[in-house]
């Protein structure tokens, strides 16, 4: 069995923004989408290998000057939610840890198992990702090994920030953290870090919203690699007259869900309706579209059904993607903005739905968002991005490979899901099993710096 590495907390303090928020937006409004998102932590970790240049002590400093500054920017990140309507921006502060881990970083580049962070969190992140009011916007806690190496997890409040409002925060600090260097100048940071906070505007809060269903579920995680060469190999296999050219996104979301749905088919003994939903950015398609950098939920929820037959093939279900996707692009937010839902159930499986009779699987994709290349605070590019889960199930998240070549699927299934579908043999063509991060062997990094336990 798979033990967390054991984790020393050295601090814990809340970093302020630099400049206090100016008193007529100490009142955050929240947009219809962030209103009916689910109230949970969103934890991203980043890790990076050792280097000789930078002294703990220094990543230290630079981490919470740089926070610092960047919360001043992205001062609602530094308030309370305070309502289903609005964030307080009182200014209270990120929560910020800093921990010692009694381990190496190459235990988890040999073997990328979750367990083994269960405590890179700044708060009991593996018993409960509830967020709720008065909770902190954002936590963050960095843990560094005993080789230098360092992970930074960035948990942040689900209720206001998602995805991509992640990568404009972690771009923006890391911007910020680049200039206080001495080899870069504040010129480095460009516009476009700058967040915009519309979708208030574009998404106006209601007293009607409905709220995303959500509870805790026993889990099990595994990650499988899938390299560009056998993504090419099953767009060709699954390439139709209807979907000539499918993308790569669609052809591993429509292999897990297939792959899913038979091992609940195994283990139920019986077939059963199946939905899956796949969080859309809104942004571009939006009328008119957001820009880039706006901050909040902008998040549709496509919602693509499968028949149920036994025989149903990887094709069929990318033609049920695709179909289902260009249903949202015509009339999705629309629907979205009148109904104040963001889940669209067929009124056909509504009853089996609230009942709990269907399968029913969630998708997210990070594929092509520059992760390693926006998170680089000055000591390099991370050598993984990872996203942790322990108690949301039938949960898949889709990720780039650090050469930024294959994609990685994060699956959070049940126990007895997870141990049907780890052996399925079609999803075994394609897929590798956990491999390593990265050559372990060229890991090497001196002991953490003495000072570090001393200033810390």
Excluded at 25 to 54: E, H, W
Aim: include cysteine.
């Amino acid at each position: 069995m798979v033990r967390a590495l054991e984790v020393q907390v050295l601090t814990r303090e809340n970093i302020k923004p630099l400049y206090p928020t100016p008193h007529h937006l100490r009142n955050f409004k929240l947009s219809l989408m962030d209103q009916i998102t689910f109230p949970i932590y969103v934890c991203t970790i980043f890790l990076y290998k050792a280097d000789g240049s930078v002294k703990s002590y220094q990543i230290s400093q630079r981490l919470k000057s740089s926070l610092s500054k960047t919360l001043t920017k992205f001062y609602p990140f530094a308030g309370r939610l305070k309502d289903d309507f609005s964030i307080v921006c009182n200014d209270q502060g990120a929560e910020y840890v800093e921990a010692l881990a009694n381990g190496f970083l190459s235990e988890y580049l040999q073997k990328p198992d979750q367990k083994l962070l269960r405590d890179f969190h700044p708060f009991k992140y593996a018993e409960s990702s509830a967020a709720g009011i008065g909770d902190p916007m954002l936590r963050i806690q960095a843990t560094f090994f005993k080789c230098g190496g360092l992970a930074i997890a960035v948990c942040t409040h689900h209720k206001l920030i998602d995805g991509s409002s992640v990568g404009t925060f972690v771009n923006s600090w890391t911007a910020t953290a680049r200039a206080d260097s001495q080899s870069s100048s504040i010129s480095n940071i460009n516009k476009q870090v700058i967040p915009a906070f519309v979708a208030a505007t574009f998404f106006p809060a209601s007293e009607s919203f409905v709220p995303l269903p959500f509870h805790n579920a026993p889990t099990e995680a595994n990650r499988y690699v899938f390299d560009a060469s056998k993504i090419d190999q099953l767009r060709a296999k699954v390439a139709s007259a209807s979907v000539p050219r499918p993308s790569r996104v669609e052809v591993l979301t429509a292999l897990i869900w297939k792959c899913a749905k038979a091992a609940s088919r195994s283990n139920l003994g019986y077939s059963r309706p199946s939905l899956s939903v796949h969080a859309m950015n809104v942004r571009a398609v939006a009328k008119p579209p957001l820009p880039e950098n706006s901050v909040g939920n902008s998040v549709g929820y496509v919602t693509a059904q499968a028949s149920g037959n036994e025989i149903e093939t990887v094709q069929d279900l990318v033609l049920s993607l695709r179909k289902a996707k260009a249903e949202y692009s015509k009339k999705g937010l629309q629907t979205v903005l009148e109904t104040k839902n963001l889940f669209h159930i067929p009124e056909s499986l509504q009853d089996k739905f609230e009942k709990e009779e269907i399968d029913f699987y969630t998708f997210s994709s990070t594929v092509n968002f520059p992760f390693y290349e926006l998170a680089d605070f000055g000591w390099g590019k991370p050598v993984h991005v990872t996203i942790s889960n322990y108690v949301i199930s039938n949960l898949f998240v889709l990720m780039d490979t650090n050469d930024r070549k294959g994609i990685e699927v994060l699956v959070f299934l049940s126990p007895e899901d997870l141990a049907l579908f780890e052996r399925d043999q079609e999803l075994l063509s394609f897929a590798t099993v956990n491999p390593p991060v990265l050559d372990v062997s060229t890991s090497t990094g001196k002991n953490v710096s003495p000072v570090l336990r001393s200033t810390l």
